[in-house]
Structures are given as C-alpha cells and as structure tokens.
C-alpha cells in the first residue's frame, strides 16, 4: 500500500498529495488500454495527477482534471498539468461532449452525489471510464458475519468512521445506478483480481462476490 493510501500516512477524508508527488495503480494500465490516442479526456479527482501524466505520456491525449484537494491541484500545477479545483459530484463547468473520455478512479464511492457524478460524465464526454471498489467481496462478507461490525478488509485500513469512502457500494449497486441514469452502453469491463489465475477465472462468474475493484467503459 502506498503512503497516499494508508491511514498511517494520510486521511483519505482529506487527502495531502504533498507526501505523494506520484504514483502507480493497478488500474492506470487498463485504463490507459481503454483510451484511444490524441483523445481529449478529462480525469475527474485526479489527486496528484499521476493518471493524467501517464495518458498524456503514453497516449498523447490533451487532458486537463479537477480535483478537490488543494495539495493535490498545488501538485499538479508544479508538474504543468491542467487542474481545476473543485468538486465532481455537482453540475461541472464544460459544455456538453467537451470530451472523448471522461474517467473517474475509484473516487466514486468518496462523494455525496455519485448520481451526480455519473450524470455529469455522460453529459460532457462520448465515452465514461470508471472503477471502484467492490464493496461486496466475499472478504467483506465474511468479516461481517464473524464479527457483527462495519467490515473491515475493503477498507484498506481506515475505520469506519475514519475513512473518506462514505458511499459504500457493490457491482450490483453500480448496476443499478446505471439503469437509474440510462443512456449507457457498457464496452468493456476488467476485473482487477491480483496474479492467481484460478480467482481471475471465478471472478468472471462471480464479480460481485469475488472482485476487489472493477473497471467499467461505456459509451452513450
């Protein structure tokens, strides 16, 4: 776990990228897979702009974020990257299909409007890229069962009333946030389920149950 991501070092309710300058996630390469190049993308909660740098790098796309963090829009301004400071889960300021892509890394589950949220990504881009957390894993269900408390493991740490991630959800409640907001098309689903091979091949039957963090790419 990196330092940005454990309660050790940080507060995810109000994360300070000053102690993170940059980082790499398992997800970045699959979302870089998902982009086309010298596209026009928008990262939404793009903290200390490590995804950005890598799709600007390696798919020559023109892209700009919003972040709600001062240290992380602080961060990304000193890597000349182009940062807007504000929140993601209300009306954004750009108009409609401004964008190829809009992507949102498991930061949905961390705002009070996810609606919002996605509505706002269908409406400015072709094309939405977003992943998140599972909070249904079977990990999370065992820990429930066996000790009657908040699980614990999907958590990464934090307790429940320490963690930023306030919107708890499943494969099948982002399904259904989906069907609620209509309009979308979903191109391609990965499954972020480590190295094991046997969990990989489980997970396709059983995302709900045995995926730790999903990506999603739909179009309108």
């Known amino acids: 776990m990196s330092k940005i991501d ?3 070092h940080n507060d995810n309710r109000q994360y300070d990228y000053s102690i993170a300058f940059s ?5 970045y390469k699959l979302i870089c897979e998902m982009v086309e190049p010298n596209s026009k993308i928008i990262d939404l909660g793009c903290g200390n702009g490590s995804l950005l740098e890598k799709l600007i790098k390696e798919k020559n796309v023109t892209g700009e974020g919003v972040e ?3 240290s992380g829009v602080e961060v990304c301004i000193v890597k000349g990257l182009k940062v807007h400071k504000g929140k993601i889960d209300e009306k954004l300021p750009f108009d409609d299909d401004s964008f190829d892509y809009s992507i949102c890394n498991v930061t949905i589950q961390m705002v009070m409007y996810p609606e919002v949220l996605l509505s706002e990504m269908k ?3 072709k094309y939405q890229i977003i992943s998140f957390p599972n909070f249904a894993h079977y990990k999370n269900r065992l820990d429930l069962l ?3 408390r908040m699980p614990k493991p999907m958590l990464f740490g934090y307790k429940w009333y320490s963690t930023g991630h ?3 959800l499943s494969v099948k409640d982002f399904y ?3 069907e609620e907001i209509g309009g979308l098309r979903i191109l391609r689903k990965e499954l972020l389920t480590g190295a094991s091979s046997v969990k990989s091949f489980v997970a396709k039957f059983f995302p709900n149950l045995f ?3 999903i990506i999603f790419e739909f179009s309108k």
Not at 23 to 27: T, Y
């Open 123 to 125: 409406r400015i881009s």
């Open 68 to 70: 709600l963090s001062e």
């Open 176 to 178: 259904e946030l989906v």
């Open 146 to 148: 066996l000790n009657g």
């Open 6 to 8: 454990s309660p050790l």
């Open 166 to 168: 306030i919107h708890q």
């Open 23 to 27: 980082e790499e996630r398992d997800e």
């Open 211 to 213: 995926v730790p963090i």
